[in-house]
């Protein structure tokens, strides 16, 4: 091994280091200047962004014994994951003073979680993913329970805790029972073992379901869902918009490589068992969405729902498919963190106001901000000239592409369901008097509105000209096709 060697892991030492030094300065940091750990935290992912851009040089290898692959579609979700941990990082600064949380473990805990979905994303082996899955969880069961005074975060922490322990032991019999039937967990090995082998064992069979199982958790697509909606409600705004797109987006980069490089002999067994889980996912988030009075709760079934939606093009199994599964993260990350950044800033002290009466007449109390919630909203239901209907017609478009007509066509139906509860908000913004003695909202501060910035002008960019970043993601896709 030389130092070239170790070039690949960078961005995953510097975040590790980046998170010591948060917690080494911690004890010596005032509290009104709590702040600039946030600040450090920002400076740590784009560090180690920038540390990434030089293995993108299309080149794949193996490296550690195949333990780590570096290729495009790992540099690519590794970008994503940075950018995530960065907005988090840089919404939560005002968020945590509000809320009397503004501690250094809290950016800390961001840049671990942040290196595990790196690790996810970049792995060979079902070890290393499986150490990867447990950073990022720890690291999220932590923060989900962040605000320790208030009792709907510690009771939202303990069920993710509990559920997420559960669906550890799932992945982790999964692993075992794989190693067993094939004597390797390196994904490349044990597509080779199941190749020479004249006839599947069923312990083979038991150990991919219940990795399938795990990673449903994880997701949380039905009928795995149960601590999503509890959990994404009670944690902290902040914590809340960081968990709905990050620990998604490494699921399912690594349920991507997991599938298509150690079990493509499979493909028509996982495939019909996604198939099923798409559908109900959708159908399950999107009309139990329609009841919802919560804003937090309501896009936390949406998330569930969009879920649903990403796993159309996993079944499709195509470039074109797995493509629009890289370029639906990225939009479906614009549109999520954008929304919950307004929602975290109207939330008030102790996430007070999350109701939908709550919105009432904000498009004249605040007319930009309710602008810009209101494109996010479009862009989650699909509407066109947007990166959601862009995202949602080329992952329906592959499934057509493969014959998946029928589940092309759910989806479809799902998306106009969505329509109700996302313009259901819209309704309560223009047409809903506010109610009497109801606060006039602050203004975005400073940060956030750079966020709320970026992510409409985005998501407007990916809507009308979104060739490069599709082909970015299309080129991801190679890597594992």
Same mark, same amino acid.
């Given at each position: 091994?030389?130092?070239?060697?170790?070039?690949?892991?960078?961005?995953?030492?510097?975040?590790?280091?980046?998170?010591?030094?948060?917690?080494?300065?911690?004890?010596?940091?005032?509290?009104?200047?709590?702040?600039?750990?946030?600040?450090?935290?920002?400076?740590?992912?784009?560090?180690?962004?920038?540390?990434?851009?030089?293995?993108?040089?299309g080149r794949a290898r193996d490296l550690f014994?195949?333990?780590?692959?570096?290729?495009?579609?790992?540099?690519?979700?590794?970008?994503?994951?940075?950018?995530?941990?960065?907005?988090?990082?840089?919404?939560?600064?005002?968020?945590?003073?509000?809320?009397?949380?503004?501690?250094?473990?809290?950016?800390?805990?961001?840049?671990?979680?942040?290196?595990?979905?790196?690790?996810?994303?970049?792995?060979?082996?079902?070890?290393?993913?499986?150490?990867?899955?447990?950073?990022?969880?720890?690291?999220?069961?932590?923060?989900?329970?962040?605000?320790?005074?208030?009792?709907?975060?510690?009771?939202?922490?303990?069920?993710?805790?509990?559920?997420?322990?559960?669906?550890?032991?799932?992945?982790?019999?999964?692993?075992?029972?794989?190693?067993?039937?094939?004597?390797?967990?390196?994904?490349?090995?044990?597509?080779?073992?199941?190749?020479?082998?004249?006839?599947?064992?069923?312990?083979?069979?038991?150990?991919?379901?219940?990795?399938?199982?795990?990673?449903?958790?994880?997701?949380?697509?039905?009928?795995?869902?149960?601590?999503?909606?509890?959990?994404?409600?009670?944690?902290?705004?902040?914590?809340?918009?960081?968990?709905?797109?990050?620990?998604?987006?490494?699921?399912?980069?690594?349920?991507?490589?997991?599938?298509?490089?150690?079990?493509?002999?499979?493909?028509?067994?996982?495939?019909?068992?996604?198939?099923?889980i798409s559908i109900l996912t959708m159908t399950?988030?999107?009309?139990?969405?329609?009841?919802?009075?919560?804003?937090?709760?309501?896009?936390?079934?949406?998330?569930?729902?969009?879920?649903?939606?990403?796993?159309?093009?996993?079944?499709?199994?195509?470039? =074109? #498919? !797995? +493509?629009?599964? %890289?370029?639906?993260?990225? *939009?479906?990350?614009?549109?999520? $963190?954008?929304? &919950?950044?307004?929602?975290?800033?109207?939330?008030?002290?102790?996430?007070?106001?999350?109701?939908?009466?709550?919105? =009432? #007449? !904000? +498009?004249?109390? %605040?007319?930009?901000?309710? *602008?810009?919630?209101?494109?996010? $909203?479009?862009? &989650?239901?699909?509407?066109?000239?947007?990166?959601?209907?862009?995202?949602?017609?080329?992952?329906?478009?592959?499934?057509?592409?493969? +014959?998946?007509?029928?589940?092309?066509?759910?989806?479809?139906?799902?998306?106009?369901?969505?329509?109700?509860?996302?313009?259901?908000?819209?309704?309560?913004?223009?047409?809903?008097?506010?109610?009497?003695?109801?606060?006039r909202p602050e203004p975005l501060v400073l940060?956030?509105?750079?966020?709320?910035?970026?992510?409409?002008?985005?998501?407007?960019?990916?809507?009308?000209?979104?060739?490069?970043?599709?082909?970015?993601?299309?080129?991801?896709?190679?890597?594992?096709?």
């Open positions: 091994m030389t130092a070239a060697d170790y070039l690949p892991v960078l961005p995953q030492i510097i975040l590790v280091l980046g998170g010591m030094v948060i917690l080494l300065l911690e004890p010596f940091t005032a509290p009104a200047r709590k702040s600039r750990l946030g600040q450090i935290a920002v400076l740590t992912t784009f560090l180690a962004a920038y540390s990434l851009s030089f293995e993108w040089n014994s195949g333990m780590l692959v570096v290729d495009s579609f790992s540099i690519f979700f590794q970008w994503l994951f940075l950018v995530i941990t960065g907005i988090s990082a840089l919404i939560s600064m005002r968020f945590n003073e509000r809320e009397s949380i503004s501690r250094g473990e809290y950016h800390a805990l961001l840049l671990f979680a942040c290196s595990g979905m790196c690790l996810m994303a970049a792995s060979g082996d079902l070890i290393l993913t499986f150490l990867g899955i447990e950073i990022l969880s720890i690291s999220t069961y932590i923060l989900a329970g962040f605000k320790r005074s208030d009792a709907r975060c510690g009771e939202a922490a303990l069920k993710y805790f509990i559920l997420g322990s559960f669906a550890t032991a799932f992945l982790l019999y999964g692993i075992a029972l794989i190693y067993g039937s094939c004597g390797s967990t390196n994904y490349r090995f044990i597509q080779m073992a199941i190749s020479v082998q004249s006839e599947i064992p069923a312990t083979l069979w038991i150990g991919v379901g219940l990795l399938i199982v795990g990673f449903g958790f994880k997701l949380a697509t039905v009928p795995f869902h149960a601590w999503a909606p509890d959990v994404y409600e009670g944690a902290p705004t902040a914590v809340t918009a960081f968990m709905t797109v990050g620990p998604k987006a490494a699921g399912f980069a690594a349920l991507l490589r997991i599938l298509l490089q150690a079990f493509p002999a499979l493909e028509s067994d996982w495939t019909s068992i996604l198939w099923l399950v988030g999107n009309v139990v969405a329609v009841r919802q009075t919560n804003i937090k709760r309501m896009l936390a079934y949406s998330a569930i729902a969009h879920g649903g939606y990403i796993l159309v093009g996993l079944v499709a199994n195509s470039r =074109a #498919g !797995l +493509g629009a599964v %890289a370029f639906y993260l990225v *939009a479906y990350t614009l549109m999520n $963190l954008g929304a &919950l950044s307004i929602v975290l800033s109207f939330s008030r002290k102790g996430d007070a106001c999350v109701h939908l009466d709550d919105y =009432a #007449g !904000l +498009g004249r109390l %605040a007319p930009l901000s309710a *602008a810009a919630l209101s494109l996010f $909203l479009i862009s &989650l239901a699909g509407i066109p000239l947007t990166g959601g209907f862009i995202g949602k017609f080329y992952l329906f478009g592959a499934a057509i592409a493969e +014959g998946y007509v029928g589940l092309a066509i759910i989806g479809v139906l799902n998306s106009v369901v969505s329509v109700y509860y996302y313009f259901r908000v819209m309704v309560y913004m223009y047409m809903r008097d506010p109610r009497e003695g109801q606060p940060v956030v509105s750079a966020v709320v910035l970026i992510a409409a002008l985005g998501i407007l960019w990916l809507g009308v000209s979104p060739g490069r970043i599709l082909d970015l993601a299309m080129n991801s896709a190679l890597a594992l096709k």
